[in-house]
Nanobody, 116 residues
Framework: QVQLVESGGGLVQAGGSLRLSCAAS????????MGWYRQAPGKQRELVAQ???????NYADAVKGRFTISRDNAKQTVYLQMNSLKPEDTAVYYC??????????WGQGTQVTVSE
């Protein structure tokens, strides 16, 4: 069974940094696009950043220049480096991977809280 396990969330002051990781456990998979989404209280889940299997990336306007998505296919892991964090970045962050044969899979979410 495919499972995505996220880590790296936490509490940080505004201006600080965090690095999120999302690793697929179990069998070796072939991934298509991988991405990070977030959902703040009372808001819909939104795309933060996405990376394709050829390394192309796209970002939400709100995080451009501050966040960087990357992937390590050998480790079956996608990362999100978040710099210059703002209180409005506070949300639960989810990773999503499109896996050949298995389709879309989501992680369980990790809380990111940015204080003033």
């Amino acid at each position: 069974q495919v499972q995505l396990v996220e880590s790296g969330g936490g509490l940080v002051q505004a201006g600080g940094s965090l690095r999120l990781s999302c690793a697929a456990s179990g069998t070796i998979f072939t991934f298509n696009a991988m991405g990070w989404y977030r959902q703040a209280p009372g808001k819909q889940r939104e795309l933060v950043a996405q990376i394709t299997n050829d390394g192309s990336t796209n970002y939400a306007d709100a995080v451009k220049g501050r966040f960087t998505i990357s992937r390590d296919n050998a480790k079956q892991t996608v990362y999100l480096q978040m710099n210059s964090l703002k209180p409005e970045d506070t949300a639960v962050y989810y990773c999503k991977a499109n896996i050949v044969v298995h389709g879309d899979r989501w992680g369980q979410g990790t809380q990111v809280t940015v204080s003033e």
